[in-house]
């Protein structure tokens, strides 16, 4: 410790401070190292393996323990703390441990029922779609998610079902939908065709 005296109006006022130069420890380092100055610690660089356990999800934070920096004066090592940011999917949607995606059918299909196979992040699985089935209506397709984390099991996969229109007709598909129409006693406007 350092005592400082200061005179006031009111007298002498003592106080005690670390000293500046062993910082409270009663040792003084004469010969100081090039790395540290003193302190006992350098800084470096160094990699660290990992493990990312399944079911880990955007946002969250690993702790790694001892990993971290090293304590002053001779301390302990801290943790490691790593923020995980996960890549998004063009063809998956995730929320929480179920995930989702869409599947494009035609309109035969929804209309006469159809076993289909669809992309999941386990392969391929196939479900089945029942005649008459409406546009935008989700399937389940149980077990098939992601892990959950810290727990056993998995989500499920939730398929929408979306109808496709073709856009370029052939003749014999027009036809086919014009003696559709015609039995649902549908009547089809001819388009007008434009100037151009």
Do not use: W
């Amino acid at each position: 410790m350092v005592e400082t005296v200061q005179q006031t109006i009111l007298g002498a006022m003592r106080s005690q401070v670390a000293c500046p130069n062993c910082g409270g420890e009663g040792k003084e380092i004469k010969h100081k190292c090039s790395s540290c100055n003193g302190a006992g610690i350098a800084r470096k660089k160094s990699k660290v393996s990992i493990n990312i356990p399944a079911g880990v999800e955007d946002g969250m934070q690993l702790r790694i323990p001892g990993k971290g920096d090293a304590g002053p004066k001779g301390g302990g090592y801290g943790d490691l703390y790593i923020h995980v940011s996960v890549k998004a999917s063009e063809q998956f949607t995730r929320k929480g441990a179920d995930i989702y995606s869409e599947y494009s059918a035609h309109v035969s299909e929804l209309a006469l029922g159809n076993e289909v196979s669809i992309p999941t992040i386990h392969g391929k699985k196939s479900f089945k779609i029942p005649a008459g089935t409406q546009s935008h209506t989700t399937f389940r397709i149980a077990k098939a998610g992601a892990q959950r984390l810290n727990a056993s099991g998995t989500g499920d996969h939730y398929v929408k079902v979306v109808v496709s229109i073709p856009e370029d007709l052939n003749s014999v598909e027009k036809e086919n939908f014009e003696k559709l129409a015609q039995v649902r006693d549908i009547k089809i406007k001819a388009q007008k065709k434009g100037f151009f």
